[in-house]
């Protein structure tokens, strides 16, 4: 079974500082993705950034990037110039190709951005 | 754009009804999911379909039933409600390889009394 594990239930960043928040997990399978989505506070979930395993080069998507630790099976989001709008639940999520398209998703970390 | 919409944003029930959550997407995904979500326990899966009239249980498919008798449209279905299935459930799809990211609606948010 795949587990995924947010360590960090909530955190705080000061407006246009950089944060970053931790993710780990544990699989025996070597073809992965992995994915953060954001959840704003009574809005849709969308996705912020995903990863394919087989990729060395870390992806970016603007402000939002990642750390992938391959090895170590750890999988960091980082925001820079952080804004208002980042305020929101962040959850990361994995998924096996050959398990059928299953996702399996951490427990959330709750980012607060203050002015 | 990929679109998800769920039938309704809130909802109240009486413990033992039977509960109609509906999902429709319009980007001819393959796949989609249902999951409930509630603090600290981040999203577990309920139930996922990769094609019509198929489905698959996922973590925590006591207590539920699912439909799928046309690509867009995937229905949650809670036979007899009991308030411990007061949660929020998000509806998800995707079109599986080589594009996996699941696109989410924007939940229903149910309470059982």
């Known amino acids: 079974a795949q587990t995924v594990t947010q360590s960090q239930p909530e955190m705080s960043v000061q407006e246009a500082e950089t944060v970053t928040l931790s993710c780990t997990y544990d699989?025996?399978?070597?073809?992965?993705?992995l994915f953060w989505y954001k959840q704003p506070p009574s809005r849709q979930m969308i996705l912020v950034i995903r990863?394919?395993?087989?990729?060395?080069q870390n992806a970016t998507e603007n402000r939002f990037s990642v750390n992938f630790q391959k090895a170590a099976k750890s999988f960091s989001l980082k925001i820079s110039d952080s804004q208002l709008g980042d305020t929101a639940m962040y959850f990361c999520?994995?998924?096996?190709?050959?398990?059928?398209?299953?996702?399996?998703f951490g427990t959330g970390t709750s980012l607060t951005v203050i002015p | 754009d990929v679109k998800v919409t769920q039938s309704s944003r809130y909802l109240v029930k009486r413990t033992g009804e039977k509960v109609f959550l509906e999902c429709v997407q319009d980007?001819?995904?393959?796949?989609m999911f249902w999951y409930r979500q509630d603090p600290g326990l981040g999203l577990r899966l309920i139930y996922f379909?990769?094609?019509?009239?198929?489905?698959e249980k996922g973590d925590i498919p006591e207590g539920y039933s699912v439909s799928r008798e046309k690509k867009e449209r995937f229905s949650l279905i809670l036979e007899s409600a009991s308030t411990n299935q007061t949660s929020m459930y998000l509806c998800?799809?995707?079109?599986?390889?080589?594009?996996?990211?699941?696109?989410f609606g924007p939940g229903t948010r149910l309470t059982v009394l």
């Open positions: 699989t025996s399978e070597n073809n992965y993705y």
């Open positions: 379909s990769y094609d019509v009239k198929m489905k």
């Open positions: 999520a994995f998924m096996a190709v050959n398990t059928g398209n299953q996702f399996y």
């Open positions: 998800a799809s995707s079109l599986g390889t080589p594009v996996y990211t699941q696109y």
């Open positions: 980007m001819d995904h393959e796949n």
């Open positions: 990863q394919e395993a087989y990729k060395q």
